[in-house]
Structure formats: structure tokens, C-alpha cells
């Protein structure tokens, strides 16, 4: 099997830090070429390498676009991650499905929608943070927040299709506990198959509250009380974590708009606590002079018998008012005293969602314009989802073309949007000159959402071109990654 070629620039200029990224397919194909960070024009500048966070080839985030509060199930080899969609939730959840977490394709639910998932009791909060888990049927069971309330669903299969489980109201409703947020409820199955479910928050970022009950076999009965179980300086986001015979509730304080949005733990010796919070919490903070800021709402999860944080953090560069959070990995250890060591937030990962891809062949990139703060057209080429192209605010058309160097001869060529949920309208051209283009895809009509967006088409070329011919004011054109096969 041949290498996948990946393609950077030889000398690439400077510029101001951009916004985000995403891993690219690799495939068995003779040629992969990626674009690159050398650009021709003078309103592409690349990216400052020096930069935390968006030099190429940076394997976190895992996925491109702006996600939060993640959940993943492992299932028949697979992994599918669940997450709220950025800005403040959506119409329904993000889903991404992977055989080698690495590269990633986007799924869309049937359940659960705000549409259906609203009670009399319900606020107008959109859809959050999942929790989904395979309970101890074989089954698997979501709990997600819509509306400021908690609504349960059930499905055969990670992808569904997913029904309410609970007959069209909420499982745990608004107006449950009163001046508190019925919200981030997470469930944990325990080594003897018993279910649990925790949950809670506060208002206005303060007086958080975290309730605990156990659940029945049909994962949506409560057997016995609700406790509640909020240890120190809790805020939201429960995740509980079994290590040996003890019980670690993780937590998320602070703002998650600001930098002091951070992964706190308690321990007890029971599911149910009482919980002390550990004398070296928090374990997950803000790195600034890494450009990581603000990591926080997690899971965990166990790989060849080591521990993984699953974590959004702030897009790059970090603006509180713009909501794009994104998903990362790292590694979570525990110390031989059994407390939880400081988590080292890292943009390279841990080795097994690296690429690990050659970083041969130049390739030359220009745009129409960019939108700041994502200042060249290479970073949708540079294998780093914190990092894209995006084309000026306003711009009623735009476009972005690749240069390969020389004839070749392509096969496929891979988009990765950077809003996969919406759908874009555009124009995908070749040419062997630069001046005569034939036309290889267009879907300038009905347009394509999803990612990634394949477009299989042998032909001979050395330059590629996009084109966006009519952009709608809420779907204006970005790319996190545009991969030449």
C-alpha cells in the first residue's frame, strides 16, 4: 500500500492567527494531495505557524466544525460521538461516526428535535448535551437536554433510529426543582449493571446544583430518592468515573465563555456519595500560552487500558462572542494514590487519532477574499481542524482554487464544510491551464450539507477551483479541509 501524500508549502508566509480544523481521510489511492500554506495573493496571507494551535498537521480537534459537550459510544468497532452544535445548540444534536477515530463522517438523528421534544414546562433553550450510553438490555439509552428539561430516548443502534422513551414529555422536567437549570444529565452503568443518573445546574453561571438518582432497568424509572449530591465549586456537567472501588464525580466550574471554564472532581466510595472534592482538583484548566482556553463539559472513556478525556475548548482565536467551541482528546491518568493527575491539554493528541501523514508536495493556494480572523486560503489544506478558510462577511460571491504544480491526474476530491449541518450551494471546476475550466460537479441548485462532501470524478488537472456563485447570508462559504485524491 502506498503513502498518502500530504501537500504543504515550501515557504510560507506569515499572518495573524486563525480560527480552526479537521483529519482527512486516508485512503489507497496513489496520490493524496492537500493544499497547502503557500499563497499567491495578496489578501492570502498563511497562518504564523508559530502560533499555538495552528501549525499543520495538528490532530486536535478530532472533528471539524463547532461542537460541545461530547458523549461517545464504542459499538461493533465503531466509535459515535454525540454533541451539541455550536452556537448554543440546534435544531437537533451533531453526530459523528468512525472506524478509526481518526477520520470522521458526519450523522443526522431523526431524534432528538426541538420540535419534539417540547413539554408545556419547556424554556427555549435548544437542543444539549447528550449523554448516551448502551444499558444493561443491550440497548442503547440518550439523555438530552432540550428546552432547560431532560428528555430520554431509546434506539437498537447508535445511529437509530431513536424514539422517546418516556411518551412525549420530559423525563426530568423545567420545573423539577425550582431556581435551579434541569440540565447535562449523564448516566453511568456500574460494574454490576446498575444505572444511575446525574444532572443539574445553576442560573445566571452560579449556584449550581448536581442531583443523583437510580434508575431502573427500563433506564428511565427512578428507583428510590433523588439525592442531592453537588460537591464543591460545582457548576454543571456531571461525568461519573469508577477506578478500583472508588467513585470519581467529575464537574465543569467557571464560565464556559470564559477562560476560567474548567474540570473539577470529587470521590467517594459510593455512586451515590457522599462526595469530597480531591485535593488537587481541578484536573483540566485553561493553557494560555498554549491557546487553550476554556476546556471543559467531558467524558471519559477507556482505550487499550488507558484513560481518555473526551473535552470542548474555545476555537482559535478565542472570541466570547463567537460560540464555537470544539472537540478535543487527551490522556487522563491516575496517580498510584488514586487521585486524578493534571490533564496536559494538548493540540498534537494522543497517538491514536494522529495521522501520521507525509508532508510532501507544494501546492499553491489563492481565495476571493477571507473572512477575519482566518487570514489564507491554506489553511483548508493544512490537516488542522482549528484552522480553515472562510470568505469575507458580506461577499455575495466568493471562491478558492489550488494549484497543483504540475499535471495529475485526480480521482476524488474531499470537503469538509464548516458548518456540516447547513447546506451549501457551489461550483467545483478543474482546469490544465488555469484559463479553459470544465466543469466536475455542480450543485449550484438543490446545493450538499454533510461531511464530509465527496466528489468522484477521474480527469486530468493542475488547478481545482470552488465557487460559491450566490451565498446566503446565513450559509456564507468555509472550509476546514479540501483534500485532492
Not at 464525580?249 to 462526595?275: C, N, R, W
Not at 501520521?356 to 481565495?367: C, K, L
Not at 491526474?409 to 451549501?424: A, D, G, H, S
Not at 468522484?456 to 485532492?484: H, M, Y
Request: glycine share 8%.
Amino acid at each position: 500500500m502506498k503513502k498518502a501524500v500530504r501537500a504543504f508549502p515550501a515557504n510560507p508566509a506569515k499572518g495573524r492567527p486563525p480560527h480552526r480544523r479537521f483529519d482527512i481521510p486516508m485512503r489507497k489511492l496513489p496520490i493524496l494531495v492537500s493544499i497547502a500554506l503557500q499563497l499567491l495573493t495578496s489578501n492570502s496571507r498563511a497562518v504564523d505557524a508559530s502560533v499555538a494551535g495552528t501549525s499543520p498537521g495538528s490532530s486536535n480537534p478530532i472533528i471539524p466544525g463547532y461542537f460541545a459537550d461530547p458523549s461517545l459510544v464504542t459499538h461493533d468497532g465503531r466509535q459515535y460521538l454525540y454533541a451539541t452544535i455550536d452556537p448554543w445548540g440546534g435544531g437537533t444534536l451533531g453526530c459523528w461516526e468512525s472506524g478509526d477515530f481518526k477520520n470522521w463522517t458526519y450523522r443526522t438523528l431523526n431524534w432528538p428535535t426541538k420540535q419534539a421534544c417540547t413539554s408545556p414546562t419547556s424554556k427555549n433553550a435548544m437542543v444539549w448535551a447528550p449523554s448516551v450510553v448502551r444499558g444493561p438490555q443491550g440497548k442503547f439509552h440518550m439523555y438530552v437536554s432540550v428546552g432547560s428539561e431532560v428528555w430520554a430516548g431509546v434506539a437498537d443502534q447508535p445511529r437509530g433510529p431513536w424514539r422517546d422513551a418516556n411518551d412525549g414529555k420530559p423525563l426530568i422536567p423545567e420545573n423539577f426543582r425550582p431556581g435551579y437549570h434541569m440540565i447535562d444529565a449523564e448516566a453511568f452503568i456500574d460494574s454490576d449493571g446498575q444505572a444511575y443518573l446525574y444532572w443539574g445546574s445553576g442560573w445566571n453561571w452560579t449556584n449550581g446544583k448536581c442531583w443523583a438518582v437510580k434508575l431502573k432497568p427500563d433506564m428511565t424509572t427512578f428507583d428510590g430518592e433523588v439525592r442531592d449530591v453537588t460537591p464543591a465549586r460545582y457548576f454543571e456537567a456531571p461525568f461519573m468515573v469508577k477506578h478500583g472501588d472508588r467513585y470519581y464525580l467529575m464537574y465543569s466550574a467557571g464560565k464556559t465563555i470564559e477562560e476560567t471554564y474548567q474540570v473539577h472532581y470529587a470521590v467517594g466510595d459510593s455512586p451515590l456519595g457522599p462526595f469530597a472534592e480531591a485535593p488537587n482538583s481541578p484536573c483540566l484548566v485553561t493553557d494560555a500560552a498554549s491557546n487553550i482556553l476554556a476546556p471543559g463539559h467531558h467524558a471519559v472513556f477507556e482505550r487499550d487500558g488507558r484513560h481518555y478525556i473526551l473535552y470542548h475548548r474555545h476555537s482559535i482565536p478565542f472570541d466570547p462572542a463567537f460560540i464555537g467551541r470544539q472537540i478535543c482528546v487527551d490522556e487522563m491518568k491516575f496517580s498510584a494514590d488514586g487521585l486524578v493527575d493534571k490533564v496536559k491539554p494538548t493540540h498534537e493528541g494522543p497517538p491514536f487519532i494522529r495521522s501520521g501523514r507525509e508532508t510532501t508536495h507544494p501546492v499553491a493556494m489563492t481565495s476571493s477574499s477571507q473572512r477575519a480572523p482566518h487570514t489564507g486560503a491554506g489553511m483548508a489544506a493544512d490537516a488542522n481542524h482549528a484552522t480553515l478558510w472562510a470568505a469575507a462577511a458580506g461577499a455575495s460571491e466568493a471562491w478558492i482554487q489550488m494549484d497543483l504544480g504540475k499535471e495529475l491526474q485526480i480521482t476524488r476530491q474531499t470537503i469538509q464544510f464548516e458548518y456540516p449541518w447547513k447546506n451549501y450551494r457551489f461550483l467545483a471546476e478543474v482546469s490544465t491551464d488555469g484559463r479553459d475550466w470544465k466543469t466536475l460537479a455542480d450543485h449550484r441548485g438543490a446545493g450538499l450539507s454533510g461531511s464530509p462532501v465527496m466528489l468522484d470524478s477521474s480527469t486530468l488537472a493542475r488547478f481545482l477551483r470552488i465557487t460559491f456563485p450566490a451565498i446566503e447570508k446565513d450559509t456564507q462559504p468555509g472550509v476546514f479541509e479540501w483534500v485532492v485524491e
